[in-house]
């Protein structure tokens, strides 16, 4: 059995599916082609998925939509972040956050007022040397 990075170095295997589903040039759905795209895309499946949204496992993601319409304080913020932290943690133990950055449009007049805009830099422990990042835009 290959090991994660001599997969990602043969161009002719593939790590998963690519998200959003796309038709691709080589077949039905998109695919990646290595372990750090793959996670960016668990990361973002697993922040986008609502708890209890999922068959079978009724706890896998966050309820994120629900803040869309909450006052935007510094301990929402921090509340934000610990539950996205605590999750990945949980769901995704082989990845490290190396930054979390999350926040609301900056003025009531903005159009994209209830957007929740959340950025991840993240590393695999196994690669420490790759930084990959990750953004979502809940309430779009």
Do not use: C
Request: no cysteine.
């Amino acid at each position: 059995m290959a090991s994660a990075r001599e997969n990602d170095l043969n161009p002719d295997t593939k790590i998963g599916l690519e998200l959003p589903f796309a038709r691709s040039r080589t077949g039905l759905f998109g695919l990646t082609e290595t372990t750090l795209e793959q996670v960016g895309h668990n990361i973002k499946n697993l922040l986008l998925t609502a708890k209890g949204e999922r068959l079978m496992q009724p706890n896998i993601g966050l309820n994120l939509r629900s803040y869309l319409f909450e006052q935007f304080t510094d301990d929402l913020l921090l509340q934000i972040q610990n539950e996205i932290s605590d999750t990945m943690a949980f769901w995704l133990p082989f990845v490290q956050v190396k930054d979390l950055k999350v926040g609301m449009s900056p003025s009531p007049n903005d159009a994209t007022m209830n957007r929740l805009d959340i950025t991840v830099v993240f590393n695999i422990t196994k690669n420490p040397d790759s930084l990959e990042s990750v953004q979502v835009i809940i309430g779009e």
